[in-house]
């Protein structure tokens, strides 16, 4: 089945030991996002790639940053772990189409704990 | 601003009572709204896209509404397994995406 895969499902880091989560999709998208969720909140949209451009939330902090080295793989880095950084960190994909995001396709999550 | 306002925030049912949960949206260049289904310590699972005021997606127990200011999710007679957190997204003609805070749906055996 065509899916998006995230490694690790836990992780767990120091406070500012740089940390990086990765994400693969077999679905052939061309856009892939990050998003953190906290607790009983929405996921926050933090950056996208459409195939390799790269767009940032105005509100992301510096302390993330992403690579997207070909189609199937998108990774996040936190260089520098806060507290407020444990989350869950969701990736997703879709298909954009005559310039339109169509819906979106989210892996499993990764689950970051910040001691 | 909010941009999507979930509402209620939580529901419980029981087993075989129907309701509805609704997205509210601020207008102006909507390009499509979309339903999701997360359980805990998981990713979004999607459930629906709606494009224009008037239609209607169903599966199983769900059937999404679109109209140009919200949208509704209608359970019927739900059972325990329909028990999740429900989120909506609203996407506009800018390509942005913004999700509600979801309701937490709880059916009681």
């Known amino acids: 089945d065509a899916m998006v895969i995230q490694n690790p499902r836990y992780q767990v880091t120091q406070f500012g030991k740089p940390v990086t989560l990765s994400c693969s999709q077999t679905?052939?998208?061309?856009?892939m996002y990050w998003y953190q969720q906290k607790s009983s909140q929405a996921p926050k949209l933090l950056f996208h790639?459409?195939?390799?451009?790269?767009?940032n939330e105005a509100d992301t902090p510096d302390n993330f940053q992403s690579r997207r080295p070909n189609t199937s793989f998108c990774f996040l880095d936190i260089r520098s772990p806060g507290l407020g950084d444990a989350a869950m960190y969701l990736c997703?994909?879709?298909?954009?189409?005559?310039?339109?995001?169509?819906?979106?396709?989210f892996g499993p999550g990764t689950r970051l704990t910040v001691l | 601003e909010d941009q999507v306002t979930q509402s209620p925030e939580a529901l419980r049912l029981q087993e075989g009572e129907s309701s509805s949960l609704n997205c509210s949206y601020t207008?102006?260049?909507?390009?499509?709204l979309f339903w999701y289904r997360q359980d805990p310590g998981k990713g979004p699972e999607f459930l629906f896209t709606?494009?224009?005021a008037g239609e209607e997606k169903e599966k199983e127990r769900l059937k999404a509404t679109l109209t140009k200011k919200e949208s509704f999710l209608h359970i019927t007679a739900p059972k325990p397994e329909d028990s999740a957190t429900y989120l909506c997204?609203?996407?506009?003609?800018?390509?942005?995406?913004?999700f509600g805070t979801g309701t937490s749906l709880t059916v009681i055996p």
């Open positions: 997703a994909t879709s298909l954009r189409l005559a310039g339109s995001y169509n819906e979106q396709f």
């Open positions: 679905l052939n998208h061309n856009v």
């Open positions: 790639y459409y195939d390799k451009d790269f767009n």
């Open positions: 207008v102006s260049g909507l390009r499509g």
């Open positions: 709606l494009y224009s």
């Open positions: 997204a609203v996407q506009y003609t800018g390509n942005q995406f913004y």
